[in-house]
Nanobody, 120 residues
Framework: QVQLVESGGGLVQPGGSLRLSCAAS????????MSWYRQAPGKERELVAG????????NYADSVKGRFTISRDNAKNTVYLQMNSLEPEDTAVYYC?????????????WGQGTLVTVSS
């Protein structure tokens, strides 16, 4: 059974930090590219950050560059999102995504999300 379980969300003041974790099970984690997405109220889900299966390349949305860092530990089947200098605009539900494309087949899994609220 495939599971992606996010944790680490919560309420934080502007300028604060949070570290999100996503624990994976039920699939071969180290073969999947991993990403974090977020969805704010009334807005579409957007890509925040991504990391390749072996962790040798990352990409970020312009809005979080220099503030957020994605990383992964394939030995622990976990991907992380370190969020610093948080802004109210970062308030959203954050989702973990696993994706693998092989030949003509594509596999994608989603977590249930964790809420991040940035407010004073």
């Amino acid at each position: 059974q495939v599971q992606l379980v996010e944790s680490g969300g919560g309420l934080v003041q502007p300028g604060g930090s949070l570290r999100l974790s996503c624990a994976a099970s039920g699939f071969f984690f180290s073969s999947y590219d991993m990403s974090w997405y977020r969805q704010a109220p009334g807005k579409e889900r957007e890509l925040v950050a991504g990391i390749t299966s072996v962790g040798d390349s990352t990409n970020y949305a312009d809005s979080v560059k220099g503030r957020f860092t994605i990383s992964r530990d394939n030995a622990k089947n976990t991907v992380y999102l370190q969020m610093n200098s948080l802004e109210p605009e970062d308030t959203a539900v954050y989702y973990c995504n696993a994706r693998r494309v092989t030949g003509w087949k594509s596999y994608a899994y989603w977590g249930q999300g964790t809420l991040v609220t940035v407010s004073s």
